[in-house]
C-alpha cells in the first residue's frame, strides 16, 4: 500500500465506528455517551489497545491487499457506508456481537453497487471490519463507566436488531434479479435528487409590507429548544442514564483521564439542542402547541439536511457523514388529500410523485434511486402535521401507513410531528421517542422580531432592532404570553409591522389576528372559509381567558 493509500485508510475504521454509533439508541443515551466521553474513549482504543489495534490494523492490511490504493471507487463504497443506515446496524451488531446474516447481505449489495465480482473480497472486508467494531466495543466494556453507559439500550438494542433483520430479510429477497444500479450510475441521479430536495425546502411564504413573497427559511429561522415529554418512561430512562454518567476531566500530570464518583443531574439530560437532533435521532415524534414551530423545525431539518448531502457531491471538505442524509419530507395533510381521490396510493408512490415535481429524472431512474436511499438507509423520513388529519379514527389509520412505513425501511431515521393535543389518542408506537416542542424565551422572541422587521419590514438592522424593542415594551403588559408561541408572535408582529402597534386588550389582539389570519392569509391561499385547523392555535391561548369570566365576556 502506497504513503498515500495508507493515510487515507488510517483511522478509517474508527471513523466509521463513531459514525455508526452517532444513531445508536435514544436521544438520551447519545447525550449520556457525550457527557461520558465515550467517543473519546474509542477513539483512545485505536491508539493505545494492542488487541484493537491488531483488529483495526488487519482491516486495514486487507484493504491494502485485495483493494489497492485508496481509490475514488473504494472512496465511493466508504463515503455511502459512512453516511448510510447500514453503518448503524452494524455498529449496533457488534455491540452485541450479533453477526446478522441480513445485515451481511446488505453489506454485500452495498459492495456490488461499487465493485465488480472480480473486484475486492466483500466477506472478508465485512469480517474484518466487524472484528474491528466488536473488538473494540469488548475492551470498551472493559471500562466500568462505558459499560454502564452500554448497557443502558441492551434491552432495546435487540429488539431493535430483531426488527432490522426481518426487514432486511424481505428487502434482500425481493432485490432485483437484474441487477443493482452502480454508485457511480446513481450518483447523477443522487445529485439531482439533493439538490430538488433543497429546494423543496429552502423557503416559507411570508407577507411582506409588498405583499406575499418566498424567504429563505435560514433567514427567519429561530434553533428551539426540545425537551423529553414528562411521561413515566421517559422520566425511568433519563433517570438509569443519569446514574450511569460519571464525569472524567484530564489531569495535567496524568496521561488517562480521572474519574470522579458524581451523579449528574438528571435535568442535564432532559433538554435537546436542535444541533443534536439533526446528528443523532433514531425515531422521534416532536409534540407542541398549534402554531408553536412544528412545521418549521421538521422543514428547516430538511433543508440542512438537504443543503449537506447536497454540499458532499460538490466539495472535498464533506459535512459530517450522519448530516448527509436526503431527506424526503411527507406532508400528511397532502398525502391525506391525495388519497380521498386514489384510495389505495402507497406511501411510497406518493413520495415518487412529490420528488417528480421537483427532480428531472424519469420515473424509473427516480424509482431506482429513491429506492436504494430508503433500503440502505441513506434517507432520513420527515412527516409533518399528524395531527392535521381530524378524525380520530382516520388519524389511527395513518399512523399505521407510517409505522409500516418506517417498519419496511428500518435503516431510516425517522421524524414525525404533531399537536400535543390528542395526540394520545392516536400515538405512534413505543419506540418513539416523544419529545415537546419548547416555547419561545424572551432572547428567542427578541432574535425571531429582530429577523422578522428586518425581513419582512424590509428594514436595516439597527431599525429592526430599534422595532424590536418598541414591540416588546408595548407588549409587556398585555400579551407576553402570548408572544411566547411563535404564530401568535408572528401574528402579533406583523400587526405592528403595519400599523405601528398592538390593540391594547387581549380580545382585541385575537380578534385582529383572526382577520389577519382568515382574510388575508387564508384567503391569499384560495381557502375560502376559515379552517379549523387556522382556528386552532387560538384554542389553548383563548382557555385561560375564557375561565376568567370578565375576560370571557370581552
Given at each position: 500500500?502506497?504513503?498515500?493509500?495508507?493515510?487515507?485508510?488510517?483511522?478509517?475504521?474508527?471513523?466509521?465506528?463513531?459514525?455508526?454509533?452517532?444513531?445508536?439508541?435514544?436521544?438520551?443515551?447519545?447525550?449520556?455517551?457525550?457527557?461520558?466521553?465515550?467517543?473519546?474513549?474509542?477513539?483512545?482504543?485505536?491508539?493505545?489497545?494492542?488487541?484493537?489495534?491488531?483488529?483495526?490494523?488487519?482491516?486495514?492490511?486487507?484493504?491494502?491487499?485485495?483493494?489497492?490504493?485508496?481509490?475514488?471507487?473504494?472512496?465511493?463504497?466508504?463515503?455511502?457506508?459512512?453516511?448510510?443506515?447500514?453503518?448503524?446496524?452494524?455498529?449496533?451488531?457488534?455491540?452485541?456481537?450479533?453477526?446478522?446474516?441480513?445485515?451481511?447481505?446488505?453489506?454485500?449489495?452495498?459492495?456490488?453497487?461499487?465493485?465488480?465480482?472480480?473486484?475486492?473480497?466483500?466477506?472478508?472486508?465485512?469480517?474484518?471490519?466487524?472484528?474491528?467494531?466488536?473488538?473494540?466495543?469488548?475492551?470498551?466494556?472493559?471500562?466500568?463507566?462505558?459499560?454502564?453507559?452500554?448497557?443502558?439500550?441492551?434491552?432495546?438494542?435487540?429488539?431493535?436488531?430483531?426488527?432490522?433483520?426481518?426487514?432486511?430479510?424481505?428487502?434482500?429477497?425481493?432485490?432485483?434479479?437484474?441487477?443493482?444500479?452502480?454508485?457511480?450510475?446513481?450518483?447523477?441521479?443522487?445529485?439531482?435528487?439533493?439538490?430538488?430536495?433543497?429546494?423543496?425546502?429552502?423557503?416559507?411564504?411570508?407577507?411582506?409590507n409588498k405583499g406575499a413573497r418566498s424567504v429563505d427559511i435560514?433567514?427567519?429561522?429561530?434553533?428551539?429548544?426540545?425537551?423529553?415529554?414528562?411521561?413515566?418512561?421517559?422520566?425511568e430512562a433519563i433517570t438509569r442514564a443519569a446514574s450511569a454518567?460519571?464525569?472524567?476531566?484530564?489531569?495535567?500530570?496524568?496521561?488517562?483521564?480521572?474519574?470522579?464518583?458524581?451523579?449528574?443531574?438528571?435535568?442535564?439530560?432532559?433538554?435537546?439542542?436542535?444541533?443534536?437532533?439533526?446528528?443523532?435521532?433514531?425515531?422521534?415524534?416532536?409534540?407542541?402547541?398549534?402554531?408553536?414551530?412544528?412545521?418549521?423545525?421538521?422543514?428547516?431539518?430538511?433543508?440542512?439536511?438537504?443543503?449537506?448531502?447536497?454540499?458532499?457531491?460538490?466539495?472535498?471538505?464533506?459535512?459530517?457523514?450522519?448530516?448527509?442524509?436526503?431527506?424526503?419530507?411527507?406532508?400528511?395533510?397532502?398525502?391525506?388529500?391525495?388519497?380521498?381521490?386514489?384510495?389505495?396510493?402507497?406511501?411510497?408512490?406518493?413520495?415518487?410523485?412529490?420528488?417528480?415535481?421537483?427532480?428531472?429524472?424519469?420515473?424509473?431512474?427516480?424509482?431506482?434511486?429513491?429506492?436504494?436511499?430508503?433500503?440502505?438507509?441513506?434517507?432520513?423520513?420527515?412527516?409533518?402535521?399528524?395531527?392535521?388529519?381530524?378524525?380520530?379514527?382516520?388519524r389511527r389509520e395513518f399512523v399505521d401507513l407510517v409505522v409500516?412505513?418506517?417498519?419496511?425501511?428500518?435503516?431510516?431515521?425517522?421524524?414525525?410531528?404533531?399537536?400535543?393535543?390528542?395526540?394520545?389518542?392516536?400515538?405512534?408506537?413505543?419506540?418513539?421517542?416523544?419529545?415537546?416542542?419548547?416555547?419561545?424565551?424572551?432572547?428567542?422572541?427578541?432574535?425571531?422580531?429582530?429577523?422578522?422587521?428586518?425581513?419582512?419590514?424590509?428594514?436595516?438592522?439597527?431599525?429592526?432592532?430599534?422595532?424590536?424593542?418598541?414591540?416588546?415594551?408595548?407588549?409587556?403588559?398585555?400579551?407576553?404570553?402570548?408572544?411566547?408561541?411563535?404564530?401568535?408572535?408572528?401574528?402579533?408582529?406583523?400587526?405592528?409591522?403595519?400599523?405601528?402597534?398592538?390593540?391594547?386588550?387581549?380580545?382585541?389582539?385575537?380578534?385582529?389576528?383572526?382577520?389577519?389570519?382568515?382574510?388575508?392569509?387564508?384567503?391569499?391561499?384560495?381557502?375560502?372559509?376559515?379552517?379549523?385547523?387556522?382556528?386552532?392555535?387560538?384554542?389553548?391561548?383563548?382557555?385561560?381567558?375564557?375561565?376568567?369570566?370578565?375576560?370571557?365576556?370581552?
Open positions: 500500500m502506497g504513503s498515500l493509500a495508507l493515510g487515507a485508510v488510517e483511522g478509517l475504521a474508527t471513523k466509521l465506528i463513531a459514525s455508526g454509533m452517532q444513531r445508536v439508541g435514544s436521544l438520551t443515551f447519545q447525550k449520556a455517551m457525550r457527557i461520558s466521553r465515550i467517543e473519546q474513549a474509542l477513539r483512545t482504543s485505536s491508539i493505545k489497545n494492542p488487541n484493537v489495534k491488531t483488529a483495526i490494523n488487519d482491516f486495514q492490511v486487507l484493504i491494502g491487499n485485495r483493494y489497492g490504493e485508496y481509490n475514488e471507487r473504494l472512496s465511493a463504497f466508504i463515503d455511502e457506508l459512512d453516511r448510510s443506515g447500514l453503518i448503524t446496524a452494524l455498529v449496533e451488531d457488534a455491540m452485541l456481537d450479533r453477526w446478522s446474516q441480513n445485515v451481511r447481505d446488505s453489506f454485500f449489495a452495498l459492495h456490488a453497487r461499487a465493485f465488480s465480482t472480480e473486484q475486492g473480497d466483500p466477506a472478508d472486508l465485512y469480517t474484518k471490519l466487524m472484528t474491528s467494531f466488536t473488538t473494540t466495543f469488548k475492551e470498551l466494556a472493559k471500562d466500568k463507566v462505558t459499560a454502564d453507559i452500554l448497557k443502558l439500550i441492551h434491552r432495546d438494542l435487540i429488539a431493535r436488531c430483531d426488527q432490522i433483520d426481518q426487514a432486511l430479510q424481505v428487502l434482500n429477497r425481493s432485490r432485483p434479479a437484474r441487477g443493482l444500479t452502480s454508485l457511480e450510475e446513481l450518483r447523477p441521479s443522487l445529485i439531482k435528487i439533493a439538490r430538488g430536495l433543497q429546494n423543496m425546502t429552502k423557503q416559507i411564504r411570508v407577507e411582506t435560514s433567514k427567519v429561522y429561530i434553533p428551539p429548544k426540545l425537551s423529553h415529554r414528562d411521561t413515566k418512561k421517559s422520566t454518567v460519571r464525569g472524567r476531566i484530564k489531569h495535567q500530570a496524568r496521561a488517562e483521564p480521572i474519574e470522579f464518583d458524581w451523579r449528574i443531574d438528571p435535568k442535564a439530560l432532559q433538554t435537546i439542542s436542535y444541533s443534536d437532533l439533526k446528528l443523532s435521532f433514531a425515531r422521534i415524534v416532536i409534540l407542541g402547541d398549534p402554531g408553536g414551530g412544528k412545521s418549521t423545525i421538521c422543514q428547516n431539518l430538511c433543508f440542512d439536511l438537504a443543503k449537506q448531502a447536497a454540499s458532499a457531491f460538490a466539495t472535498n471538505n464533506k459535512p459530517t457523514a450522519q448530516l448527509q442524509k436526503f431527506p424526503i419530507r411527507i406532508v400528511l395533510r397532502t398525502f391525506e388529500k391525495a388519497r380521498t381521490v386514489e384510495p389505495q396510493l402507497s406511501l411510497l408512490d406518493f413520495i415518487l410523485r412529490e420528488l417528480k415535481n421537483h427532480v428531472s429524472l424519469e420515473l424509473d431512474e427516480l424509482q431506482d434511486a429513491v429506492q436504494y436511499l430508503l433500503v440502505t438507509g441513506a434517507a432520513v423520513l420527515a412527516f409533518d402535521g399528524l395531527d392535521e388529519i381530524l378524525i380520530t379514527a382516520q409500516s412505513f418506517c417498519n419496511q425501511y428500518p435503516l431510516c431515521p425517522t421524524l414525525v410531528t404533531s399537536r400535543l393535543v390528542g395526540y394520545d389518542d392516536a400515538p405512534l408506537t413505543d419506540d418513539f421517542e416523544e419529545l415537546i416542542l419548547e416555547r419561545f424565551d424572551e432572547a428567542e422572541i427578541l432574535s425571531y422580531l429582530s429577523k422578522f422587521f428586518k425581513v419582512v419590514g424590509g428594514r436595516t438592522e439597527a431599525e429592526a432592532a430599534q422595532f424590536a424593542q418598541d414591540f416588546l415594551r408595548q407588549t409587556a403588559a398585555n400579551a407576553s404570553d402570548l408572544r411566547t408561541n411563535p404564530l401568535m408572535l408572528g401574528l402579533m408582529a406583523w400587526l405592528f409591522n403595519a400599523r405601528g402597534d398592538v390593540p391594547s386588550n387581549r380580545p382585541e389582539i385575537y380578534r385582529e389576528c383572526a382577520i389577519l389570519m382568515f382574510e388575508r392569509w387564508d384567503r391569499r391561499a384560495n381557502h375560502g372559509q376559515p379552517d379549523r385547523l387556522l382556528l386552532m392555535p387560538f384554542d389553548p391561548l383563548l382557555a385561560p381567558d375564557l375561565a376568567d369570566r370578565e375576560r370571557a365576556d370581552a
